[in-house]
């Protein structure tokens, strides 16, 4: 959200405020309204200055790269008049490369205007949009930015750590064939909400027994949380050899209030001035290393979080007792519990981060050229390194998760042309508040079902069995004869699958409709050489929340 100071060119004691979200369909528009209903500008004739550069500003694009990161301008407004007072010199123009990758899939301006503004940041040697690259609140999200000696916190943003894991169930694709099947299978799925245990096991499973983590995001750990987070129980259409299994769980979750704690302590974008409001850090100093120090913890919470969300779910779909946990249980038999699992886990990601890294990247049979240390800081973006050999790439809720392999040619530069990252998912294209406004007349207000006969909205996405005329019902509101908290689609076929969503203004913000079309992004990735498709998972059974 950008708060934008609007002041007369010609007294500039005559001012107001104006919002402008990343939503905003025309934002030069906007501009021209405040002036009129505001300020009461009535001229047909107006014109708009940046401050301090004088710079006119002429359209959307021109506000945008005006506003760039900043949460707070100040653009004057004229009745027709020239900018009035001294021009300062407008920045830099930044020389760092700036690399789109989104081709056939839409990137709105808002978002590319912050990715240019984010590589004119200290020590910022290569700037990369993903397919699915949008607006942030400051800074864009589905980006990778490599940098020089600098720390970027608010790049990474507040949940650090978030990723996404995979874990081979035991489960037949027969126990999820049909709605009927995987409407038992969600059934399952209850007891999920709130603290797991007590303090004394999480601090087990964490295997620390102080930690910040642990203190003050105890009661968090092994939930799931808000937003696009889930867990998702999947059958493996295509790649089933590389996956080791027919059914598998994807969970995607973060630090959980921990990485925002941590960002904070670095960052407010709420103060401009002073230390708390620094965007970068210089590399070496003691801030530096008590960031990374911070920032290494929320990651491996993170990593805990994602594996005991996991367990969780194992103990109510392979139950028997070989998951099972009791006040009996001993610290050494909760740490065996996590080894155990981690040999189910198959894939395990984070793409909020930052690492360390040798640059640029070289090939095994390449000659060797001088390397240095830098940092890849990731907003939304999945490490195609060596030591991720495989990447999920979910798309919205109900539609496939496809299964990438990264690459690295000569003609990629071993991974260096995209900052050895790869996009996270389909990515949104309409923000939350937009979603919600949009999408809840289309969905009934007791049930969260789509209304019958609603045939308003995009065109349906590829795959997508999530939002059909009259068959989608999720929310927890009950009555209108939808089940509660459950997504469906008609018929018994194979092809049908149920969300557990009980709050129906997250069932809004999540739409399908909201996000971009996963195969448009998967495209981009393979037309631009950053990876190729291997394989294809569907989903059955989409976890979000329940209300217990």
């Known amino acids: ?74 653009v004057l ?81 507040s949940d650090i750590g978030c990723g996404m894991s995979w874990y081979r169930l035991t489960l037949p694709r027969a126990a999820l064939a049909g709605k009927g099947a995987c409407e038992r299978i969600a059934e399952t799925l209850r007891g999920l909400e709130g603290a797991w245990m007590t303090s004394r096991e999480r601090s087990a499973w964490l295997g620390v027994e102080n930690s910040s983590g642990v203190e003050k995001f105890d009661a968090a750990l092994g939930t799931i949380g808000a937003g696009n987070h889930f867990a998702e129980i999947q059958t493996v259409e295509e790649g089933a050899e590389l996956a080791g299994a027919e059914v598998l769980l994807l969970v995607h979750s973060g630090s959980r209030g921990l990485g925002g704690d941590v960002l904070g302590r670095f960052y407010s974008p ?29 990651c491996q ?31 050494e038999d909760i740490a065996a519990l996590r080894r155990k699992l981690r040999e189910r886990k198959w894939v395990d990601i984070h793409h909020n981060n930052v690492v360390k890294t040798l640059w640029p990247p070289q090939g095994e049979n390449e000659a060797p050229e001088p390397q240095k240390e830098v940092f890849i800081h990731r907003k939304g973006a ?70 019958k006969g609603d045939t308003s909205g995009e065109k349906r996405k590829k795959g997508d069995r999530g939002h059909n005329d009259g068959d989608f019902l999720a929310g927890g509101g009950g009555g209108g004869g939808g089940r509660k908290g459950k997504s469906t689609t008609k018929g018994d076929d194979e092809d049908g699958g149920w969300v557990v969503c009980e709050d129906k203004e997250l069932v809004w913000e999540e739409a399908p409709e909201a996000y971009k079309d996963v195969e448009s992004v998967a495209k981009d990735l393979v037309d631009a050489g950053v990876a190729e498709i291997v394989g294809r998972c569907v989903p059955r059974v989409t976890y979000k929340l329940r209300k217990e």
């Not at 060119?9 to 005559?14: G, P």
């Not at 020590?123 to 990369?128: F, M, N």
């Open 301 to 331: 919470w993170a990593h805990a979080n994602r594996d005991l969300i996991a367990l969780r779910f194992l103990q109510k779909l392979e139950p028997g007792g070989a998951w099972s946990c009791d006040s009996g249980t001993t610290i």
């Open 77 to 157: 407004v004229s009745s027709g008049e020239d900018y009035i007072g001294a021009s300062a010199a407008a920045p830099p123009t930044s020389t760092t490369p700036i690399v789109h990758l989104a081709k056939s899939t839409y990137a709105d301006p808002l978002s590319e205007a912050q990715l240019s503004a984010a590589a004119q940041l200290p020590g910022i040697l290569l700037a990369v949009g993903q397919p699915d690259l949008h607006a942030g609140s400051k800074f864009p999200i589905g980006a990778a930015f490599v940098s020089d000696a600098w720390l970027h916190p608010p790049l990474i943003g």
């Open 382 to 451: 999945a490490p195609t390194d060596a030591g991720h050999p495989l990447l999920p790439l979910p798309g919205s809720r109900g539609t496939p998760t496809l299964i990438l392999k990264p690459l690295f040619t000569a003609a990629n530069g071993f991974g260096g042309n995209h900052a050895l990252s790869a996009a996270h998912g389909a990515g949104r294209s309409m923000s939350r508040t937009k979603a919600s406004e949009k999408f809840r007349n289309r969905y009934d207000e007791a049930s969260g079902a789509r209304k």
């Open 1 to 74: 959200m950008h708060r934008l100071t609007l002041a007369k060119n010609s007294n500039r004691t005559q001012r107001t405020i104006i919002l402008l979200s990343p939503s905003t369909a025309d934002p030069f528009g906007a501009l021209v309204a405040g002036a009129k209903t505001k300020l009461r500008v009535r001229t047909k004739h107006i014109r708009f200055f940046a401050l301090p550069t004088g710079a006119e500003i002429t359209d959307s694009a021109t506000l945008l790269h005006t506003l760039g990161s900043s949460a707070n301008a100040t």
């Open 270 to 298: 709420q103060e401009e001035e002073g230390k708390s409001g620094q965007i970068s850090i210089a590399d070496e100093p003691e801030r530096a290393k008590e960031y990374l120090a911070l920032h290494d913890e929320a």
